[in-house]
């Protein structure tokens, strides 16, 4: 009986399927290992927020806020976001809940799903989720080297292949307005030769221009000031101390003045990792400084650095062979003796072993047949007469009597 036509998950979703989560899951040990062992806190912040933090934090001029987001209204009108990125529920936490008042920095880190209304095509989804990490209350340079150093650690440990980092300064807010007018002067003087999308955008928000790959685009900006020789003195001393950093820390990157990120909240340092792995959809993560953020959203002045990283590019990056669930150490195996097992199955997880029992009534040939594929070490075969324990490597059988003697001899088989 079919109850109506079949339903799939919507544009741009995906569903974790069995094979996919033991990468997935061991992404996360990796990040709880590396984060949490450097100090920051997990943290998590609610899926959607009031649409203003984000027309406010990331900026009503980016692409986030004018075509990506995931807008909704709830039943007393008001405006709900389904969060496009994480910097600014964290912030937002940050002063509703006074965390200026804790030794500062606060470092944290976070994992979760994120949403974007885009086209969906391989790495570029709707809903994705991203590793993030934070860290409020400090300007000190070496705050931005030391996550910037954790994300190059994790992305290495994790497998990600052909790793490329890029890194630049963007100044102060206000060094980017003098700045922006200052290109805006360049590329209304030269505009029949950019295209449409960038004339489009000259007056809002300039700096995108060095997003696009016209060729137009490209000669015009090739001759047009650089954001990163307009620096004031402590802004290049600052990039400068951060470079050093990573300098003596042995980590490759390149120095990219045209390199602009798509949110209006960065300052000073920002940098982005690609993977030449992943084709098109190369960005894997990237982050900076936001020096303005907290005050923005109502908060006292705070500095602010931070970075995310999508999860799915990185298992993309990674490639490599589907990895296994770890093998139980006992199948439980019966034909009659239901209550039997399913008490025996539950003693033995108690004493700290993995264990599965028997749920699909095979034949006791089927059920050891289905141990093997599982790869189980041991099988432990239960009927009303008694238990017996096989090591499934040697195929060698003998009576038991408790639960005791199979932890026993799982332990020192
Ligand atoms: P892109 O240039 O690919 O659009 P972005 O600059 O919009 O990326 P960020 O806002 O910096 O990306 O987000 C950080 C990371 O989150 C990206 O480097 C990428 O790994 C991941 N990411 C962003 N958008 C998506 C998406 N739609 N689907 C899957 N992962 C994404
Ligand atoms: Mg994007």
């Not at 885009?118 to 080297?145: H, K």
């Not at 990573?246 to 990792?273: I, K, N």
């Not at 700290?352 to 059920?367: D, I, N």
């Not at 099988?379 to 009303?384: G, H, N, Y």
Request: charged share 30%; with cysteine; aromatic share 6%.
């Amino acid at each position: 009986m079919s109850g109506g036509p079949r339903l799939q998950a919507p544009r741009g979703t995906f569903d974790v399927l069995p094979g996919d989560s033991p990468a997935r899951l061991s992404l996360f040990n990796l990040c709880q290992g590396r984060l949490g062992g450097a100090g920051l806190q997990y943290t998590e912040t609610p899926i959607f927020e009031d649409t203003e933090l984000f027309a406010r934090g990331v900026g009503e001029a980016t692409d986030i806020v004018q075509k990506e987001m995931f807008t909704l209204e709830d039943r007393a009108g008001r405006s709900l976001t389904l969060r496009p990125e994480g910097t600014a529920g964290v912030c937002r936490a940050y002063v509703e809940h006074g965390m200026h008042k804790l030794p500062q920095p606060v470092r944290l880190w976070y994992w979760g799903p994120f949403f974007r209304h885009e086209a969906p095509q391989a790495g570029r989804y709707r809903q994705f989720n991203q590793i993030g990490a934070e860290a409020l209350g400090s300007d000190d340079p070496s705050v931005d080297a030391e996550l910037i150093l954790l994300l190059a650690e994790l992305l290495a440990e994790a497998g990600v292949r052909e790793l490329r980092l890029r890194l630049s300064s963007l100044g102060t807010a206000e060094a980017r307005r003098d700045y922006a007018d200052e290109l805006r002067a360049h590329l209304l003087a030269r505009e029949d030769e950019l295209s449409p999308e960038v004339r489009a955008r000259i007056e809002a928000n300039p700096l995108r221009a060095f997003d696009s790959a016209h060729a137009g685009t490209r000669a015009v900006l090739a001759d047009a000031p650089r954001l990163l020789d307009r620096l004031t003195p402590e802004d290049a001393e600052h990039f400068a101390e951060v470079r050093a950093l990573l300098d003596e820390a042995g980590l490759d990157y390149e120095v990219d003045p045209s390199l602009v990120r798509g949110l209006d909240y960065y300052t000073r340092t920002v940098f982005e990792f690609t993977s030449d792995a992943l084709g098109a959809q190369s960005g894997v993560g990237g982050g900076g400084r936001y020096d303005g953020l907290v005050e923005q959203l109502g908060g006292p002045p705070t500095a602010g650095v931070g970075w995310a990283a999508g999860v799915e590019r990185i298992l993309l990056a990674a490639g490599g062979e589907p990895r296994r669930q770890a093998p139980p150490a006992v199948f439980v195996a019966w034909e009659d003796s239901r209550r039997t097992a399913f008490d025996l199955t539950r003693r033995l997880r108690q004493d700290g072993l993995t264990v599965q029992m028997e749920q699909a009534g095979r034949s006791l040939k089927g059920q050891l047949k289905h141990a093997d594929r599982l790869r189980a070490r041991f099988a432990a075969v239960v009927d009303d007469d008694g238990l017996e324990l096989r090591d499934l490597r040697t195929g060698e059988a003998r009576p038991v009597k408790t639960a005791a003697d199979i932890v026993d001899a799982v332990r020192s088989p």
